[in-house]
């Protein structure tokens, strides 16, 4: 059984980074792709990006390109998303997602979600 648990988010101002870690006990992490959404207060909820089971493969939204990076490290069963230069529109909370059927990118339709940690960033 799937179960996410997120870390690493907090306030921050403009500009900083941030490390978020999501840590799973099941036994099926390493064989699906892995990801990143974010929901702002009062939006619906959005990609970040994604990364294939064995981290060859990513993908990301245009707006986080050459900023963030994806990364998985199957043995420790831990996703990771590094945010650089972050901004303030990105205040949201974070939410890991594990896909059941892709290994190549994760999608809201089929993934099994952490519970999120706030990532809020001060102008």
């Known amino acids: 059984q799937v179960q996410l648990v997120e870390s690493g988010g907090g306030l921050v101002q403009a500009g900083d980074s941030l490390r978020l870690s999501c840590a799973d006990s099941?036994?099926?992490?390493?064989?699906?792709?892995a990801g990143w959404f974010r929901q702002a207060p009062g939006q619906g909820r959005e990609f970040v990006a994604s990364v294939s089971w064995d981290g060859d493969y990513t993908h990301y939204r245009d707006s986080v390109k050459g900023r963030f990076t994806i990364s998985r490290d199957n043995a420790k069963k831990t996703g990771y998303l590094q945010m650089n230069t972050l901004k303030s529109e990105e205040t949201a909370i974070y939410y890991c997602?594990?896909?059941?059927?892709?290994?190549?990118?994760?999608?809201?339709?089929?993934?099994?979600w952490g519970q999120g940690t706030q990532v809020t960033v001060s102008s």
């Open positions: 997602a594990l896909d059941s059927q892709s290994r190549v990118r994760v999608t809201d339709q089929s993934a099994s």
């Open positions: 099941g036994p099926t992490f390493s064989s699906y792709a």
